[in-house]
Structures are given as structure tokens and as C-alpha cells.
């Protein structure tokens, strides 16, 4: 980084502000998306549901039932010119559940899964964590030797689908989102700062496929902003203040290859919208720096050097963010699917506001599993990803963010009725 403006930037920073990404895998509702990194033109399995429900229409007659679980294993470094932290906390539940109900022309579905979030962080350091004082909650003559957050997201969905024809077919729903998060800093143990924070609303989706060839699919969807209300309560001064949490809107397409019976390709892409729009006000003044600011903000520099303060103390706009994905899935036996995929992911948060504990970078995920065929009522999966990340650099490379993420899961898939 050339300008000083950026290292101040980095540092006016809240610890209470993590963002979703803590081991949350990117749109990873189920096992199927896990080894195969793209299902947004999915009409050959139920997961469908949690992606692009129009393929639902293509499913046999009959109820049928999804759900499974992900879990897996982190590493966040964060490195700070003096001090390193990191973090290696599991986490095992990450659920995904889903009843959809198929006749003629039509489909009815409703599914529950996390859509963000999902983990925990669990940073510890004897000598203190520098970053953690600078979010104003801590003296930063004493900062605080450990800082605990979780944060998940539960998303419920609930709608339709229907094929006019053989090549057209629609599908619209309203999704319910309730957002949970806890933070806690302390010394050796003994907590001093507790919060929690609280938050649900609602959103909508409509899609479409259309099918120009027997063996070609083209899918869309448009799934609106969440913005979760709430309050956060401070569990050690007893007093609460209004929260707001927002998932982005988003555009997903996809494309359904069938070169044969026995294979599929399949190739996806997310653009996310909402965050690159500026919810803050740009005419608070921050009237001191450093430790004082309890919010996202930044401060800069003029040409002779003095601090010129103000800008979006509350949330500063983010990217546009893409993901690209492509899997294939091939029958090598007639109980036996193996499948693999690839995914790219931009960095949807600009380096001035990153947030160095949880840090959003550009990434690469590869995954792979298969699917196993007990009966014609009953099928089971198992898949893994590694999640390989770009790291993210300030003040002349002094700073260094940087995580890995290895993901595994299983699911069942049965045919009720």
C-alpha cells in the first residue's frame, strides 16, 4: 500500500462487526454443492430445492425428502506487524433439510438450511490481541488476551414451481431469515465485554428454466436482499440498541449439459449485488481516531500530512462479487454417481474495512464425492471441498490475512410417496 490512509483505514475497525463468512462455505446449502461446486441448473436431484427450485418440475411424481449435514476444519492467520493470532475451531453443524412434494405439472417445497455463517472463532494470545483493543471496547493499554464470535444464519424457504411447457417452467418463493450472533472478550478467562445480537426478516425469489434442446438446460434466478431487524444486548451492562444484518441480492444462472445418459456437466455463476451499495451515512464525522470509533469507518490524509476525518462510519460499500463454478457428474455403475467440481469466488470487501480475524478473500474450491444408489427410494452422498485462499496484504506487507478451509458432508435423499 502506498498511502498511509490505508493502514488507517485497516485499523478503525469493530471486533463486534464479523463478518458472515466465519467457515461458511460460499452457498454451500448441501452435500451435492460440496463435491460438485455448481448446482444451479440441478433437475436430476431434490437439492434443487436450495439453489434453482424450477428444476423440481423435472423430478418423478412422489414426496420426497432431503437432508444432511457439513462440517469441517479451519485455519485463519492473521498477522499484524508485531503480533500473530489464528485460529483453528471446528465446526460439525452445518445442517440442510427439505420436503418437496411433485404432481404433474407442479411442485410445492419448503427447505431449511444456512445459507452464512454456521462456525465459530476462538482467538487466544497471552500477550494480548492489539486488534481487539482497537475496536474502542478495551483499553488498549490492556487489550484483551481471548475473543470468542459466533455467527450463523438460518434460512427457510417456502414455494412453488410449474412447467407450462416442455421447455418453459417458472418458480417463486418467500425465504424467512433469522440472524444470531455472540461475541465475548476477556483476560485469562474472565469475560468482561458480552454481546448478543438478534435479527430476522423476509425476501423473495422468482426463477426460470427454459429447455431449447432435450439434453440443454438454461436456468435463472433473482433472489431479493435480506435485511434482518433486531436488537443487540449487552450481557454485562444489561442495556440493548437496535441491529440490522443484510444478506445480499443476488443473480444466479446456470447451464445443464447432458453429452449421455451416463454424464453431466454442469456450469453455474452468482453475481452478488447488494453490498457494493453504501448504507451509511457520508456526513458523520468522527471527531477522534483510533480507539474511540466503535464502528466501520476510515480517515485519510491530506497532502501536508494532516488527518482529514469523516467518510461511512457505518458500513462501507463493498464489491460487486462473482462466483464461478463448473462440476461434472458420471454414472460408473448403476449404483454408483462419482462426481467433481471447481469454484472461484472474488473478495467482496474492500481492504481498508477488512476485518483481519475473519477475513472475506478471493478463493479457489475443488471438491469431490459421489452419490450412492441403496434403492429406488432411497439414495446417500458424501462429498469434500478444499477451499484454497488468496491472502490479503496492508502497510507494506507488515499485515497478512490469509485462511484455509477443509469441508466435508453427507446427505440422504428418500421418495416418500
Known sequence: MKKPSIMAGYLLFTVLYFTTNIFAYTYSHSTSFTRTMARAATISSPDSVYYNPVGLVKLKDGMYLDLGNQGGMKLYEH????????????????????VIGKIGRSAIFAAVYIPA???????????????????????????PQYIKA?????????GGAFSFTDWLA???????????????????GACVMKQKTAADGFSGFVGIMITPMDRIRFTALYSSQVIARGKTTDM????????????????????????????EIQASYQLNFSQQRNYGTTNTMNLVTGAA????????YDSA?????????QNYKGRLQHKIGLGLEGRVHERLILSCGVSYETQEIYLRVQNPLDPDLRNIGVGIGGKVIVSRQVSLE?????????TDRAMYNLIKMNKSVTSFGFGLTAKLI
Not at 150 to 158: C, E, K, S
Not at 293 to 300: C, D, R, T
Open 79 to 98: 498477522r499484524l506487524v508485531w503480533a500473530n493470532y489464528h485460529d483453528a475451531t471446528p465446526s460439525f453443524t452445518i445442517p440442510n433439510l427439505a
Open 150 to 158: 459466533t455467527n450463523f444464519w438460518i434460512q427457510g424457504a417456502v
Open 305 to 313: 500530512g494532516n488527518v482529514v476525518l469523516g467518510g461511512n462510519t
Open 117 to 143: 455463517g454456521g462456525g465459530s472463532v476462538k482467538y487466544k494470545s497471552n500477550t494480548g490481541i492489539f486488534t481487539g483493543a482497537l475496536s474502542g471496547m478495551m483499553p488498549y493499554a490492556m487489550p
Open 170 to 188: 417458472v418458480t417463486a418463493g418467500v425465504k424467512y431469515s433469522r440472524f444470531s450472533y455472540e461475541v465475548s472478550m476477556g483476560y485469562w
Open 293 to 300: 470509533l466503535h464502528e466501520f469507518g476510515f480517515a485519510g
Open 382 to 390: 458424501i462429498g469434500a471441498a478444499r477451499y484454497f485462499y488468496f
Open 236 to 263: 454485562k451492562w444489561h442495556y440493548s440498541s437496535i441491529a440490522e444484518e443484510r444478506l445480499p441480492d443476488y443473480l444466479l444462472a446456470g447451464i445443464n449439459v447432458r453429452p449421455g445418459d451416463a454424464v
